[in-house]
């Protein structure tokens, strides 16, 4: 079997090490968009609907930065190595 063909296997302490950080860094980002969006709608004089809708579009925002991590983690962190 050439390189190029050979069996690709799940290397185990990329995916713990990316996860894991993956998790710390959600932590953060959400609880940040939990927290920004009550503290933007007291500044905003928001109603509670306002605040949740705030809080939302802020929760999307996390989401896209954590995918945009765990891809760019993936790059430097590969999931899978040839045997």
């Known amino acids: ?10 290397y185990w302490p990329s995916v713990i090490t990316v996860i894991s950080a993956a998790i ?3 932590a953060e ?7 920004g ?3 933007l709608s007291i500044l905003f004089g ?10 939302v579009i802020l929760f999307l925002a996390g989401t896209a930065i954590m995918v945009a991590f765990v891809r760019a983690a993936q790059r430097i962190e ?6």
């Not at 928001?46 to 809080?55: A, F, R, S, Y």
């Not at 590969?78 to 045997?83: E, G, L, S, Y």
């Open 1 to 10: 079997m050439t390189a190029s063909t050979a069996p690709r296997r799940i």
């Open 24 to 26: 710390l860094i959600g």
């Open 29 to 35: 980002v959400f609880g940040a968009a939990f927290a």
């Open 37 to 39: 969006g009550w503290a």
């Open 46 to 55: 928001l109603d509670t609907t306002g605040e949740h809708i705030l809080q």
């Open 78 to 83: 590969p999931f899978t190595r040839r045997v």
